[in-house]
């Protein structure tokens, strides 16, 4: 790359106009202390003045006053042809000199809170007046000229622009200027980004033309899902509670599949509502290996272990509740990644910081699994856009197609493996005895397969709890999507389960209902898939 802007720029005269005062007075003392001409606009010039600092309105060099409720104040040649004017070239000093305007060196920008606005609800009117229009312009504007122009939009790199004019003795790098202007310019991206996916949600345009994301550097990760792949983790910004909002408390810094895992974790446990009882999900390669409910904490997450104890070890595990020390005893008997919970006892705390390795998250709260959201994968030159699924049954919503009707406790167990079938990997197969999984079949190219491996699971378990019959005896099955014939149906039945739950909606379910009366199992429907690839 080459370029003919000089090495480093003066800084002589800035502008700051901040949305964001944080940290505002004691840079521009900072700024004044070096010489630094200040100039700056409505709240941020009488901060400044009122810290008693000699400040310039923008109104004085435009020559007109802020107007239309602060819409209209930097939209001006002064300040425009002030950020843009390349000092290099002979016409654009011309142009200064014929208009009298003179050269802005840095610019000092935070825009409109319209993300924090879109955050706590806010109407649409409001909404629209915390678009910024002056703020992004004159940052593109400057970010543009960063041959002689520095730009800093974030709060966070007042100090780093500080410590550049002192080792520069008041002038800033090209390297320097180059970084901000691309902070800029994603920061201005960012912020449309928001305005125009708020305004595609406020108009109930769910496929709008072009579909702008972005997000907020959070971490940089050691690699990603392997050694070889660099990755780092970004927030998008909203306000579900989850991995990205939760409060780290000990451990070193999660891993790529660390983040992925417990996400999957949280997600799934948040469908268990904390006043329904304690519910626990065990996690390994994003896919649960165990989950229960129990009486207790303690109790479910035991139940939830027993369902595959070799799996379990290494993995996630997400609480519905607050985390107390009985369980908090019991998890620390195995290596676990990480444990993410609402809340946590000072005696969980005290049992958990024995155990170095294992990373302790709070979140404050479940995540809404009925809230929308839009879910992202990446194809070869494109992108998948969706809903994520946030689809839910009730009991009224079941179709009995059986000659024998499921019982209460079926029923019970049904809605649970359903829940928890929606978390598994297609194709998707998992038993539940008593709210608790017994065996989990996930991502076979056969649901047959799935069928198998999750009854091998649940005979091994029982196995090594020293039982004399598989756990899946007497249990139900969920299936995430119809069976396309009734082989796997029947795999089910062998391993002992007595009740089925599946979409249904294949051109075969008329066999695979008679299999399930030839095989005295109840079967319902629920009319709905959970596909998760």
């Known amino acids: 790359m080459t370029s003919l802007a000089p090495s480093f720029a003066p800084v002589k005269r800035a502008l700051l106009s901040v949305s964001d005062k944080t940290g505002l007075v004691d840079l521009a003392q900072a700024l004044a202390a070096r010489g630094v001409e200040l100039l ?61 305007i003179a050269a802005i ?26 678009i910024d229009i002056g703020g992004p312009a004159m940052i593109r504007a400057a970010a543009k000229n960063h041959a002689f122009v520095t730009t800093i939009v974030d709060v966070e790199d007042y100090t780093a622009l500080l410590a550049e004019l002192d080792e520069n003795n008041g002038e800033t790098s090209y390297s320097f200027r180059q970084r901000q202007a691309q902070i800029a310019y994603a920061r201005t991206g960012a912020y449309d980004a928001a305005v125009s996916s708020w305004m595609a949600g406020a108009i109930d345009e769910p496929t709008p033309r072009r579909r702008a994301i972005a997000g907020t550097l959070a971490q940089t990760l050691r690699y990603g899902e392997n050694p070889h792949q660099q990755a780092a983790f970004y927030l998008d910004g909203t306000a579900r509670a989850g991995v990205a909002t939760a409060t780290q408390h000990q451990g070193k810094e999660l891993s790529y599949n660390n983040i992925n895992d417990t996400d999957a974790a949280f997600e799934l446990v ?14 390994k390669h994003a896919n649960p290996c ?38 908090a005893e ?13 809340d946590v006892t000072d005696g969980a705390m005290d049992i958990f910081s024995k155990k170095k390795n294992l990373r302790l998250l709070t979140t404050g709260t479940l995540s809404d699994p009925k809230q929308a959201q839009l879910s992202y994968r990446q194809v070869s030159g494109g992108m998948l856009v969706q809903d994520k699924d946030s689809g839910f049954i009730t009991l009224d919503d079941l179709k009995v197609v059986t000659k024998r009707q499921p019982s209460e406790a079926e029923l019970a167990d049904m809605m649970f493996a359903w829940t928890v079938a929606k978390h598994v990997k297609s194709n998707a197969i998992v038993y539940v005895k008593d709210k608790a999984t017994v065996g989990v079949g996930a991502g076979q190219m056969s649901r047959v397969d799935s069928s198998t491996i999750a009854a091998l699971k ?76």
């Open 290 to 327: 165990g989950v229960a409910r129990g009486a207790s904490l303690k109790e479910a997450y035991i139940r939830a272990f027993d369902c595959d104890r070799t799996s379990a070890f290494g993995g996630i595990i997400a609480l519905n509740q607050t985390l107390d020390e009985e369980t």
């Open 458 to 533: 649940a005979a091994r378990m029982a196995e090594e709890c020293g039982l004399p019959e598989s756990l899946a005896k007497g249990s139900v099955v969920a299936s995430d999507a119809f069976f396309p014939f009734a082989d796997g149906l029947l795999a089910a039945a062998e391993a002992g389960a007595t009740a089925v739950i599946q979409p249904g909606g294949s051109m075969r379910d008329d066999d695979v209902i008679k299999a399930a009366d030839e095989a005295g199992l109840a079967m319902v429907l629920t009319g709905m898939r959970h596909f998760r690839h």
């Open 105 to 130: 060196d840095l610019l000092i920008v935070n825009l409109y809170p319209f993300e924090a606005a879109l955050a706590r609800g806010a109407a649409y009117d409001e909404m629209i007046e915390n």
């Open 330 to 342: 019991e998890i620390a008997g195995i290596f676990t990644e990480v444990v993410i919970a609402p």
């Open 270 to 283: 948040s469908e268990f509502a904390p006043e329904d009882g304690p519910a626990v999900a065990i996690i």
């Open 40 to 100: 700056s606009t409505g709240g941020s010039a009488k901060t400044l003045r009122d810290a008693g600092l000699n400040v310039k309105d923008v109104a004085d060099i435009t020559g007109f006053p802020e107007m239309m409720d602060g819409r209209v104040k930097t939209l001006h040649p002064n300040v425009h042809g002030g950020l843009l004017a390349l000092r290099d070239n002979d016409d654009h000093v011309a142009a200064m000199d014929k208009h009298n």
